[in-house]
């Protein structure tokens, strides 16, 4: 498997424990190996990101992300290893939904959490970078969502 988001495990194994009122050992073996449920999300945290940061990323020379790794090691071009990293993340969706009608050690709650990362991080990346660089666009989105009332 491709290397996934650290900060995704780190967030995925935080909210277990902090959601959970049984901690089972079956459970705990399965953090400790990578369990799908963590892994799959995680990935997608990971490329929705890369997606999302890496021409900012490169115009202020930053460290390659698994774009611009992909280019230098398959030598194509940029919309190339985009269109690689949207089936990456279309395939990592597949493995999540299969994950959620298998039996876990997990309860459904901390499922639909791990689902929910990967849920936010198509949100939060959809359009660029709207975490560490937002633009209006995203600041309209937050708003609406937030802070303006729905309208009946």
Known sequence: MLGVSVSGIL???HAYFLMTLTITN???ESLEKGHSIILWPSLVFRLCNDLGTSKAELERGETAGS????????GCSEEVAREH???LIDESWKKMNEGRVEASPFDKHFVETAINLARISHFT?????????????????????IIEPVSY
């Open 11 to 13: 967030i995925l194994v």
């Open 26 to 28: 079956q459970a705990l």
């Open 67 to 74: 774009l611009l790794c992909y280019m230098n090691e398959m």
């Open 85 to 87: 990293m949207r089936d």
């Open 125 to 145: 990346y959809q359009h660029g970078d709207a975490h560490g660089s937002p633009d209006d666009r995203c600041k309209n989105r937050v708003a609406s969502l």
